[in-house]
């Protein structure tokens, strides 16, 4: 079992940057690949980031690729989005996820077992 908090979202202008953090709590949280995702208003949850167990591989969505980094410190039970430069269109809340067995279908919301209660961020323009 794993529970996942995020936190560092908030209100931002545009070109700006912020950093989300998912505090995981629970036995072996180094043996799980972690994702990103978002949902805006009105939209469905979409893929923005994902990183393998060890940290060794990750993946982006094309929208955020070259502006969000995704990072973990398996020490401190923490996943990190470092993003910048953001815009607008980056405006939902957004949510971390955790799974120990993620394979190719990372992108898919559907594989990840264990999810956050997610955190606002709103990009102004």
Known sequence: QVQLVESGGGLVQ???????????SGRAFSSYAMGWFRQAPGKEREFVAHISWSGGSTYYAD?????????????????YLQMNSLKPEDTAVYYCAADPYIGL?????????????????????
Request: glycine share 10%; charged share 20%.
């Open 105 to 125: 279908s990372y992108w898919k919301d559907d594989q990840y077992k264990y999810w956050g209660q997610g955190t606002q961020v709103t990009v102004s323009s």
């Open 63 to 79: 929208s955020v690729k070259g502006r969000f980094t995704i990072s973990r410190d398996n020490a401190r039970n923490t996943v």
């Open 14 to 24: 545009a070109g700006g940057s912020l950093r989300l953090s998912c505090a995981a």
